[in-house]
């Protein structure tokens, strides 16, 4: 495919919406990262996200997701907005859960670019997806040169830092790939020791069961008090490992208008310590992520 057919295609995403984009040619996903992923879930890291143990040979391979995919193509969204929650709030919800819905505003901008490929390219085949499906974002997003996995596993960019959301375009276009990012990181381990239940096992690698963001978000069902990490007054998600971050300290507020702040119509109830049913509290319901619909 010429470079400027790689270019056209590129240019938008940022017309529908993202900050970043770059392209990875597509292959199951190097050994060491199939080697994390699976000895992640033999150590039962995921805790009860039981969609995490499905569909393992797709998320290793995304080939499976569309037969003769040959490109993968990410977009990187910025939803930084500083000094979200407000102070009088009754307990801390994370900064992207005080938004719109991020994976209905990223699926609408990746379905407008799919339509537009196959539109210019009769022949190409494509697949989108946001979060929810079996595909490893942060590992194609560092492939496709937008970031490097730091050491609280999230996907970290220079200018960006942390604070952004990760779509995925597959398609079967041969498109000329990013070279893979460097990691920035180096002795740094300020995220390691701020995250306030410990649920860094070691740099890269989070157990679930202890992360507030996994209690307060995915969890169903009661609170089992003994392995309950507690939640530091985090109501809704948790972002301490990333606050402390050096890297968050370049990043600029987003101008996406889906991302700005929703004044809350009611605050949110501050958490129960006793056990609790996750379904019911105030904070983020409408805004839950759609997990009833992984795969
Ligand atoms: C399951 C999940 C969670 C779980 C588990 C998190 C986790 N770290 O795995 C919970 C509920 C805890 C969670 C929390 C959050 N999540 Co979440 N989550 C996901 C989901 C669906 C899958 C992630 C996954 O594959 N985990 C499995 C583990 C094994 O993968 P991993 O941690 O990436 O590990 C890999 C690397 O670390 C690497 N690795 C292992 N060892 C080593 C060593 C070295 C040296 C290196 C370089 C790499 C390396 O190999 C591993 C296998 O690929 C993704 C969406 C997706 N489809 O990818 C969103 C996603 C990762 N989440 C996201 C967000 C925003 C969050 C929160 C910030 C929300 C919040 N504020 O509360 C927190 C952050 C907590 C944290 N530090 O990760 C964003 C992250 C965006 C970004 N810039 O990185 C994603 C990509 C969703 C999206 N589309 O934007 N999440
Ligand atoms: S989101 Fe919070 S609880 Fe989870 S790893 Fe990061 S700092 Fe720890």
Not at 24 to 31: G, L
Not at 150 to 165: A, C, D, P, Q, V
Request: proline share 8%; hydrophobic share 30%.
């Amino acid at each position: 495919m010429p470079s400027n057919a790689r270019d056209l295609i590129l240019s938008w995403f940022k017309e529908h919406g993202f900050d970043r984009a770059g392209c990875a040619r597509v292959s199951s996903v190097n050994a060491s990262t199939k080697a994390a992923y699976l000895s992640w879930l033999d150590r039962g890291y995921q805790a009860s996200m039981g969609y995490m143990t499905r569909n393992v040979d797709k998320r290793l391979d995304p080939c499976l997701l569309l037969p003769g995919a040959k490109s993968v193509l990410v977009g990187l969204s910025n939803y930084c907005t500083p000094g979200r929650p407000p102070s009088n709030q009754p307990g801390k919800v994370a900064m992207y859960a005080g938004q719109r819905d991020y994976h209905k505003t990223l699926k609408k901008g990746l379905k407008k670019i799919a339509d537009r490929i196959r539109a210019e390219f009769p022949e190409a085949d494509t697949w989108i997806g946001v979060d929810t499906a079996p595909l490893l974002e942060r590992y194609w997003a560092q492939q496709a040169g937008l970031g490097w996995i730091g050491k609280n596993t999230l996907l970290i960019n220079r200018s960006l830092g942390s604070w952004t959301f990760i779509g995925c375009l597959l398609t079967t276009l041969e498109i000329e790939p990013d070279p893979p990012y460097g990691d920035y990181c180096g002795s740094c381990t300020r995220c390691l020791s701020a995250c306030p239940t410990g649920a860094f096992v070691e740099p890269h690698v989070l157990d679930s069961r202890k992360c507030i963001s996994y209690w307060t978000i995915e969890h169903r069902g009661e609170f089992e008090q003994n392995t309950f990490p507690g939640t530091h007054g985090w109501i809704f998600g948790c972002d301490d490992c990333q606050t402390v971050c050096p890297w968050n300290r370049f990043t600029n507020p987003t101008g996406q208008p889906d991302f700005q702040p929703i004044p809350w119509t009611r605050p949110p109830r501050p958490f129960r310590v006793a056990p609790v049913d996750t379904r019911r509290m105030g904070a983020g319901g409408d805004r839950h992520r759609a997990q009833e619909n992984r795969l």
